[in-house]
């Protein structure tokens, strides 16, 4: 028997995200560009409370008030990647930690090309936050959900700062 699928949408300051669940809980929380299709949302009253608790908690942290989330996941992955999303979830809001931290977290600095592979499939953005893994040199490198968004984030976070505006006078 196949599990039930439902998905909903969030406007976010940075960009639809599309969520996903089952029952069994939030499976995916991604950024949809302009230039994919969008899914047919699950009508409001049939969506589990999974989704629910989702976009109400996506909405307190963009507004400022949420920097821990406390919901039900259900990421698919390899035993690897699901073990790097676990690590991820470790690093604190308003921290970073670099790739090399996360592989050695993991299974040792020989894997960080793998943990850089994990860290770009995380089905589940923003909730386990791979936008706060940065390179060994501070640089923001790569995020599946562009850079501009993981530069947004961390400034968000307080982590970069905002940016300064130069005045002609």
């Known amino acids: 028997m196949k599990e039930a699928l439902y998905t909903a949408h ?3 300051p940075i960009g639809l995200i599309e969520i996903k669940a089952t029952d069994l809980g939030i ?4 950024f949809v560009e302009e230039s994919q299709p969008i899914t047919e949302p699950t009508p409001e009253t049939q969506l589990p409370e999974s989704i629910k608790a989702c976009q109400l908690q996506l909405n307190e942290y963009f507004t400022g008030g949420r920097r821990n989330f406390q919901l ?7 035993s690897f990647q699901e073990q790097v999303w676990e ?6 809001f308003g921290k970073t930690a670099s790739y090399m931290d996360v592989a050695r977290a993991t299974s040792g600095e020989k894997a960080i090309r793998a943990v850089g592979g994990a860290n770009g499939r995380n089905p589940i953005c923003i909730i386990v936050p791979c936008h706060r893994v940065i390179g060994s040199d501070g640089s923001l490198t790569g995020y599946a959900g562009k850079v501009w968004r993981k530069e947004w984030l961390l ?7 905002p940016e300064t505006q130069l005045s002609i006078f």
Request: proline share 7%; aromatic share 4%.
């Open 27 to 30: 499976t995916s929380v991604l």
């Open 155 to 161: 400034r968000h976070e307080g982590i970069l700062k």
């Open 72 to 78: 039900t996941l259900n990421p698919k992955g390899t």
């Open 10 to 12: 969030y406007t976010s």
């Open 87 to 92: 690590n991820l979830k470790t690093i604190p």
